[in-house]
C-alpha cells in the first residue's frame, strides 16, 4: 500500500516521538471543529452542555424566580403577560476530555511505517488540540504497564503541551527499557481504568487508546461503571504483522518489549495460527464493546494517522 508522507511530521521516524512531531496535528485539528458532523468530531465529543444561563445561545422564556439576573428579564413578553419573565440561555461550558494512553510493551511494536505506540501519540495529539480548540479541557492516564502517571484536566494550550511532554517523557523511557531486562511483573489494564475512576470527574469523556492486549474481564466491570457517568470510546490499534499480513517469506524473530518468539512466515499454517488468534482477541473487544454500548475504532500502523481519518470526513 503506498503511503502518503505529505500526511506525516517532517520529524517522523516511527519509533520515536517528538514535540514538534506532535504540535503538527494542531493545524490539522480544524478538519473535525463544529459544526463538521464527523467521526472525530464525535470522539472529541458533544462539546456544548445544556447548563442554562447568561451565554450565546438563546434557548428559552420562562417565568421571573428569584436570583434570576434582572439583565435577562425578556420586557415584551413581560409586558404581554403582566408578569416578569427570564430569557435562558445555554452556556459553553468546559468538559473534561481524559484519554487512557497505554504504552505497556506490546505497543512497542511495528512491522512496517511504525510502532503502535507512535501511531497512538498522533492519534493522542490530534483529540488533545481538537479538545482544546472546542474549549474543553484535556488530561490523561499514562499506563505504562508498571507505573500509571495522572494528568489532570487542562484548558487552552497549556493542557496538550503537559499531556504531550508527559507523553514524551514515558515513551522515551519505554524506549529505553527495551534494552534492560524487565523483572518487575506486567500490571493489568485494570490498574489504569481505576486512575480513570479517581481522577475523572462525573460528566467527563473518555477516550481508550490501546491495543488492549491487557484487557480482561474485570477490565469489563470497570468500563462499566465509568459509563454510567461519563461517555466512553475505545480505539483499538494493530499492525498488521499481528494479523499474519506481510509480504516476507522466511524465519525470523519478532519481539516487542516483553516477548520474542521465531515465526515461520514461509509457513501458510502459521500465517493463518496468527490471524486466527487476533481475530479472536478483536472479536472479544467487539462483543465487550458492543455489550457495554462503547464504540470500537480500529487504527493501523500500516498508514499515516491522516490517511485513515480522511475516509470519516
Known sequence: METNHRALPDQFNGATLSL?????????????????KSLWAQIAGQHQSRKLGRGMDFAEVRQYQAGDDIRS????VTARTGK???KLFTEECEKPVVLYIDLSPSMFFGSTLQFKSVQMGH??????????????????VIDTGYTLIDVKPTARDRGPLILLQKLIQAHEQGLD???????????SMADGLHALHRLCPKGSEIILLSDFVRFDEPCGSL??????????????????????????RGVEKVSDKRRSQW?????????????SKYNQHLEGLKQASESLGISLTSISTNQPLLNQLSGHL
Open 20 to 36: 514538534e512531531e506532535l504540535i503538527y496535528y494542531k493545524q490539522h485539528s480544524i478538519h473535525w471543529l463544529s459544526p463538521a
Open 73 to 76: 428579564i425578556d420586557w415584551r
Open 84 to 86: 416578569a419573565h427570564t
Open 123 to 140: 492519534m493522542a495529539s490530534l483529540l488533545s488540540w481538537l479538545c482544546v480548540a472546542n474549549g474543553d479541557r484535556i488530561g490523561a
Open 177 to 187: 527499557n527495551q534494552t534492560e531486562p524487565l523483572g518487575d511483573r506486567l500490571s
Open 223 to 248: 468500563l462499566k461503571r465509568l459509563r454510567q457517568h461519563n461517555l466512553l470510546r475505545m480505539v483499538h490499534f494493530s499492525d498488521p504483522l499481528e494479523y499474519g499480513e506481510t509480504s516476507f
Open 263 to 275: 515465526i515461520d512466515f514461509s509457513s501458510r499454517k502459521s500465517r493463518d495460527s496468527i490471524k
